[in-house]
Protein backbone atom coordinates (compact mmCIF):
# COMPACT_ATOMS: atom_id res chain seq x y z
CA UNK A 1 0.00 0.00 0.00
CA UNK A 2 1.41 3.49 -0.72
CA UNK A 3 3.28 5.52 2.19
CA UNK A 4 0.48 8.21 1.47
CA UNK A 5 -2.20 6.46 2.04
CA UNK A 6 -0.65 4.10 5.26
CA UNK A 7 0.08 7.67 6.48
CA UNK A 8 -3.52 9.01 6.30
CA UNK A 9 -5.23 5.64 7.12
CA UNK A 10 -3.24 5.46 10.14
CA UNK A 11 -4.29 9.26 11.54
CA UNK A 12 -7.95 8.70 11.04
CA UNK A 13 -8.03 4.96 12.41
CA UNK A 14 -6.09 6.78 15.62
CA UNK A 15 -7.86 10.10 16.10
CA UNK A 16 -10.22 10.16 14.31
CA UNK A 17 -9.24 13.13 11.95
CA UNK A 18 -10.89 13.66 9.11
CA UNK A 19 -8.94 13.60 5.58
CA UNK A 20 -10.11 17.18 5.52
CA UNK A 21 -7.36 18.26 8.30
CA UNK A 22 -5.05 15.74 7.07
CA UNK A 23 -4.42 16.76 3.57
CA UNK A 24 -3.11 20.29 4.85
CA UNK A 25 -0.41 19.08 7.18
CA UNK A 26 2.94 19.81 6.75
CA UNK A 27 6.10 18.52 7.64
CA UNK A 28 6.62 20.92 10.73
CA UNK A 29 3.47 19.51 12.25
CA UNK A 30 6.27 16.33 13.29
CA UNK A 31 8.25 16.69 15.95
CA UNK A 32 10.74 14.99 17.99
CA UNK A 33 11.21 15.92 21.55
CA UNK A 34 13.42 13.67 23.78
CA UNK A 35 12.96 10.39 21.79
CA UNK A 36 9.07 10.80 21.09
CA UNK A 37 7.55 11.74 18.03
CA UNK A 38 4.18 14.15 18.02
CA UNK A 39 1.87 15.18 15.81
CA UNK A 40 0.97 18.99 16.15
CA UNK A 41 -2.82 19.98 15.62
CA UNK A 42 -3.68 23.13 15.97
CA UNK A 43 -2.43 24.39 19.46
CA UNK A 44 -1.72 20.44 20.81
CA UNK A 45 1.07 18.02 20.37
CA UNK A 46 -0.27 14.22 20.71
CA UNK A 47 1.83 11.61 21.02
CA UNK A 48 2.55 9.28 18.17
CA UNK A 49 2.64 4.93 18.82
CA UNK A 50 6.23 3.98 16.93
CA UNK A 51 4.94 2.72 13.69
CA UNK A 52 2.67 5.26 12.55
CA UNK A 53 5.31 7.91 13.50
CA UNK A 54 8.25 5.79 11.17
CA UNK A 55 5.50 6.24 8.41
CA UNK A 56 4.91 9.81 8.82
CA UNK A 57 9.02 10.46 9.13
CA UNK A 58 9.61 8.34 5.82
CA UNK A 59 6.37 10.61 4.45
CA UNK A 60 8.03 13.22 5.29
CA UNK A 61 11.84 12.89 4.59
CA UNK A 62 11.12 11.15 1.00
CA UNK A 63 12.29 13.08 -2.28
CA UNK A 64 10.14 15.62 -3.82
CA UNK A 65 9.20 16.14 -7.55
CA UNK A 66 10.24 19.57 -7.55
CA UNK A 67 11.49 22.15 -5.26
CA UNK A 68 9.26 23.97 -3.17
CA UNK A 69 9.10 27.88 -3.14
CA UNK A 70 6.12 27.80 -0.25
CA UNK A 71 7.05 28.98 3.20
CA UNK A 72 5.42 25.47 4.41
CA UNK A 73 6.03 22.09 2.82
CA UNK A 74 2.69 19.84 3.01
CA UNK A 75 2.89 16.10 4.38
CA UNK A 76 0.84 15.14 1.24
CA UNK A 77 1.54 17.50 -1.41
CA UNK A 78 -0.55 17.85 -4.65
CA UNK A 79 -0.20 16.21 -8.06
CA UNK A 80 0.37 19.44 -10.16
CA UNK A 81 2.12 21.20 -7.40
CA UNK A 82 3.90 21.00 -4.10
CA UNK A 83 3.22 24.12 -3.30
CA UNK A 84 -0.70 22.99 -2.12
CA UNK A 85 -1.99 20.12 -0.55
CA UNK A 86 -3.13 17.18 -2.11
CA UNK A 87 -7.26 17.48 -2.36
CA UNK A 88 -9.16 16.00 0.11
CA UNK A 89 -10.84 14.48 -2.40
CA UNK A 90 -8.24 12.84 -3.87
CA UNK A 91 -6.40 11.49 -0.73
CA UNK A 92 -10.01 9.91 0.45
CA UNK A 93 -10.64 8.17 -2.73
CA UNK A 94 -6.95 7.00 -3.14
CA UNK A 95 -7.77 5.59 0.52
CA UNK A 96 -10.93 4.44 -0.34
CA UNK A 97 -10.01 2.66 -3.66
CA UNK A 98 -6.96 0.96 -2.33
CA UNK A 99 -8.10 0.19 1.04
CA UNK A 100 -11.07 -2.10 -1.28
CA UNK A 101 -8.39 -3.15 -3.46
CA UNK A 102 -6.38 -5.04 -0.55
CA UNK A 103 -9.53 -6.63 0.97
CA UNK A 104 -10.86 -8.23 -2.46
CA UNK A 105 -9.61 -11.84 -2.71
CA UNK A 106 -6.35 -12.34 -5.23
CA UNK A 107 -7.29 -14.17 -8.43
Do not use: C, K
Request: aromatic share 6%; hydrophobic share 40%.
Amino acid sequence: MPLDVRAAGALVLLYGLPVTRIHRLNIDDLLDIGGDSFLRLDRHQVLLPPPPAQVLRTLAHRPRRARSTAPQQFLFPGSRTVDAPIAAYTLTARTHYLAARERLPQQ
